[in-house]
């Protein structure tokens, strides 16, 4: 979750970024992101320069920067080709404030990265205060003239190899599918408050359109549920280095390269990663970005639904 402070500079940058590509149009005319690098489709190094290296993007070549944590398309990018062409309306900048869509991917990096710190219960007693400074951005928004929310609840991290490499351990906190159980309860209670918040605000700002996305109930269907699905492996990272059960080195990130016990290793991309859901041991490949938002724009996750 930003902090309020980045929330101003997101906003100053999503507004001075408006007539560039990456500010996705589906049925708004604009969409605005707040999330971590797992929805972020160019905004930081827009701001901030730099990019990424191949193998990231080898699955869907978008003729501009590599600016995308994975092999692929994210899903606002398959939110967004809903709208079909990239329509560059000139609108107002206000109008587009206004009317725009405000999408919110957070909890993320706030609730994991204490676990290195912190005990699991106390992780749970600071879950209030992150969604309190999340409501908080929110209202700003909302002062602002902003109307249209889209909150996509924190995915099943215990399932993610970066996170399973350190806190994997000790088996007892391993459920039967290879999830750290401790930290994907922490996603689950970070989601039932922000959930409640999600409608406390709508009772508060009455004329707003808030809808919470249960992108956790879809992303842990499709770790659990990965063979039905099409996907041959469900939590072990594509782009990597290991092998089975994660392929997934702290010290080496998807297509780096380092010495290892004297030798060059590098952390390589397996043969087809229309097949992993897991790209590079952090973020989701193409393929289940694009199950992901099939699965978004059904409706059926929404809170409230709509069908
Ligand atoms: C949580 O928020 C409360 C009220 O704002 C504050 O008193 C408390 O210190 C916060 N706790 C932590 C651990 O930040
Ligand atoms: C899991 O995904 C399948 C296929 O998309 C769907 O039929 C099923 O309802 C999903 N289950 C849950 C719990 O979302
Ligand atoms: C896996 O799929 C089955 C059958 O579609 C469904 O009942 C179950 O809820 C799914 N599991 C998860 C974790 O979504
Ligand atoms: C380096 O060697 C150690 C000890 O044999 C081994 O545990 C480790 O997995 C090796 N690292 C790599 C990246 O192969």
Redesign the pocket.
Known sequence: MPSKQSLHKNVAIFLTCLPLAYCIEFNYPAAFNFGDSNSDTGGIYAAFGGGLNPPYGQTFNFHEPLVRFSDGRLLLDFLNSKAAERRRKYLPAEEYFEKGLYMFDIGQNDIIGRFHHISYEEVLTLIPNITSIFEDGLKELYDQGARNFWIHNMGPVGCIPMNIVPFGTDPSNIDDIGCLIKQNKAAKSFNRHLLLLCKKLKDKLRDAKIIYVDVF?IK??VT??HS?LGFEQGIKACCGIGGPPLNYNTDLECGRTKMFNGSLRTARECDDSSVYVNWDGSHYTDAANKYTSSQILTGKYFDPPQE
């Open positions: 109930t842990y269907n659990v549920n039905k």
